[in-house]
């Protein structure tokens, strides 16, 4: 690796590297991971300014995203395996699955806590973490299952046609809305269970913190404004919001109303 302050540099080389000479999934999972490490510590080391390596994170991971689906199939392997991949377990759709999903890079934590149904298509979980978060669905998005190392999107896994009951316990999953701002969520399955009461929809359990703003400009924008105090706001924001957000509001009540609509 090498010292630069120059950002893209990092970006020229993975591609290079890796659309040149299409290298295997396991060294594109190396290469960005080595990456993304090397550009924090400069950031926390000073060499680079810490928004400058969250920026090249962002920029890294949206790169990550587009070549994914451009690497090289080791030899004898199935060349589609999505062609005989079963996208639900019929025997856990009548299942309750828990899950946890943590926004990604946010101080103090945005959480929530939730049940959905695991007869529910992968569409229908995007859809509800979003209105959990409060995003205003005006972005492209997709899950990306690490397991499997696929996406579930129109371009891979159509999540229309896959089912909760696809994961099983402890999986790790990621949500990402909108690539350029790049909002990210980390999702992990907790329990699977039987329910003798049937559940009509998603249902928050618990959780903390209001979720996103919508084109504020992607999560380092957001952890400004929430550590900007509120005599130091810049007017011009507020009145683009519409006043005062308080991010540290959770109202599990009208979220959950949301999710019955």
């Known amino acids: 690796l090498f010292v630069t302050s120059n950002l893209a540099a990092s970006t020229s080389y993975i591609w290079l590297k890796v659309v040149s000479k299409r290298y295997s999934q396991m060294f594109l999972d190396d290469i960005f991971h080595c990456f993304i490490e090397f550009y924090n510590f400069l950031g926390e080391e000073g060499t680079i300014g810490k928004k400058d390596a ?40 009548d299942m309750v699955y828990e899950m946890q999903v943590q926004m990604c890079a946010f101080k103090p934590a945005m959480w929530r806590r939730f049940i959905i149904n695991g007869s529910s298509t992968v569409e229908d979980l995007e859809i509800a973490i979003q209105t959990m ?37 402890d999986d790790q999953l990621l949500l990402t809305y909108d690539y350029g701002d790049c909002w990210q969520f980390e999702i992990i399955i907790k329990k699977i269970y039987k329910s003798k009461k049937h559940l009509a929809h998603p249902r928050i359990l618990a959780g903390h913190g209001y979720g996103i703003i919508d084109d504020i400009g992607g999560i380092d924008m957001l952890q400004e404004y929430y550590d900007t105090p509120d005599d130091e706001q810049d007017p011009d924001l507020l ?17 959950n109303k949301e999710l019955a609509e």
């Open 133 to 169: 978060f409060r995003t205003e669905f005006g972005h492209m998005f997709d899950i990306y299952d690490s397991k499997i190392r696929q996406h579930f999107d129109n371009d891979h896994i159509d999540p229309e046609n896959a089912k909760v009951s696809f994961f099983t316990k």
């Open 239 to 255: 009145d683009w919001l519409g006043g005062k957000i308080d991010l540290d509001q959770f109202d599990m009540n009208e979220l």
């Open 54 to 93: 969250k920026k090249t994170e962002k920029n890294l991971k949206y790169l990550y995203r587009q070549l994914s689906s451009n690497v090289a199939v080791p030899d004898g392997e199935n060349s589609d395996p999505l062609e005989s991949m079963e996208l639900e377990n019929k025997k856990r759709n």
